[in-house]
Structure formats: C-alpha cells, structure tokens
C-alpha cells in the first residue's frame, strides 16, 4: 500500500471484502498501533516538552499524570481534553487525541462540546475554557457531571 487511505476509502473496501482475514493483511498499516501514552510521549519528545509541564497546564495531579504517561492508568475523556489543551491542540489534534485515547469526539450539537470547540478553535488556555464553561453554566473539564465517554 503506497499511499495513506482515508476512513472512508478504507470502509469501502471493508464492505466489499469477503474475507476480513484478506482486508486485515492487506491493509494492516492503515491500522492504528500507536497507544495514548506513546501519543502524549512521542509528542513531547517532537517538542522537547517534558511530561511534567504538560500535567502541570493540564491542571492534573502530577502522580496521576504520570500514570496516564506510563500507561498505567486511563484518561477520561475530560483528562484527555485537559492534556489537549496544556499541549496547544487545535480542534483538529483534540479529536485526534480522543480518537487514540478511545474517547468519543467532540460533537457540536452538544453545547459543551461546541464551547470546548468554540475553545479550541480560538486557541484558549485550559484556564479561560474553564471560565467560559463556568460562565455558560456547563460543567467545567475535570467534572464528574456531563462525562461521556
């Protein structure tokens, strides 16, 4: 395979193929392989970041964090969301971040979710997303209400 396949492409030959065996083995590297803790790991060696820092914007408890880094323990979606702001994600690398992770996307037919994108998209920092959520009266990230996933 010479060339990156789309979700889409890579769906439409899902439907076509008879055998899933054949479809696995001649597309096994549009599979993804890489976890959420070589994501965050990789990502902050690409910006000689350290782990630390990233927790820290993050608003986390720091041996939580470095659990999440370890792998040995999983974000919520809302944890997610939070190291993608502390990392400067845009709209586009969040979504990514949640798909890796195994969280659902961000919906903008959800007011939360649409002001994290609103968020996002307008390069906040994790602080004044908080406020913005607070003053729309949503649940702030880290919150135990209005979680999916």
């Known amino acids: 395979m010479d060339k990156q396949l789309s979700t889409e492409e890579l769906l439409v030959m899902l439907f076509k193929e008879n055998e899933p065996g054949n479809f696995f083995r001649e597309n096994e590297p549009a599979f993804l392989t890489l976890s959420f803790p070589e994501y965050l790991n ?25 659990q999440i880094f370890a792998g040995k323990r999983n974000p919520s979606r809302d944890t997610v969301l939070q190291l993608s702001f502390a990392m400067n994600s845009d709209y586009k690398q969040a979504q990514e971040m949640l798909r890796i992770a195994g969280k659902s996307q961000l919906y903008p037919r959800i007011k939360r979710d649409a002001a994290v994108i609103f968020c996002l998209n307008n390069h906040k920092s994790l602080v004044d997303t908080q406020i913005i959520l607070n003053d729309l009266g949503l649940p702030m990230l880290g919150g135990k209400k209005n979680e999916r996933g």
């Not at 990233?54 to 408890?61: F, G, K, M, W, Y």
């Open 42 to 66: 990789t990502w902050c060696k690409k910006h000689l970041e350290v782990p630390e820092h990233v927790i820290r914007r993050a608003n986390l408890d720091k041996s939580f964090g470095h």
